[in-house]
């Protein structure tokens, strides 16, 4: 059974930092790109953050600067993501998600992605 459980969110003031981690399992998931997307109110899903299975990462430029992306393959079954997350602002409140799948390249596309958490929310106060 293919799982990615999100851990982590919660209410932060303006500049704080939040740690999102992601358990992704039932695949050989360490051969595909993870990645963050967030969605807030009324608004499209977008792309934050993705590591490849080779360790290369691409952000958004809202993201850049300010979020780290890593994994770690703890068994062949079992894959790690992490979003570090500082210097966080108002808009970066939304509920975010983790997503996995075997693309070309990191993808910043939602539909390049087949496998997706729950969300965990963010909210961030001014």
């Known amino acids: 059974q293919v799982q990615l459980v999100e851990s982590g969110g919660g209410l932060v003031q303006a500049g704080g930092s939040l740690r999102l981690s992601c358990a992704a399992s039932g695949l050989t998931f360490s051969s595909y790109t993870l990645g963050w997307f967030r969605q807030a109110p009324g608004k499209v899903r977008e792309f934050v953050a993705g590591?490849?299975?080779?360790?290369?990462?691409?952000?958004?430029d809202s993201a850049k600067g300010r979020f780290a992306i890593s994994r770690d393959n703890v068994k062949n079954a079992v894959s790690l993501v992490s979003l570090q997350m500082n210097n966080l602002k108002p808009e970066d409140t939304a509920v975010y998600y983790c997503?996995?799948?075997?693309?070309?390249?990191?993808?910043?596309?939602?539909?390049?992605?087949?496998?997706w958490g729950q969300g965990t929310q963010v909210t961030v106060s001014s």
């Open positions: 590591v490849s299975w080779r360790g290369g990462t691409r952000y958004a």
């Open positions: 997503t996995a799948d075997r693309t070309v390249g990191i993808g910043t596309n939602p539909a390049a992605y087949r496998y």
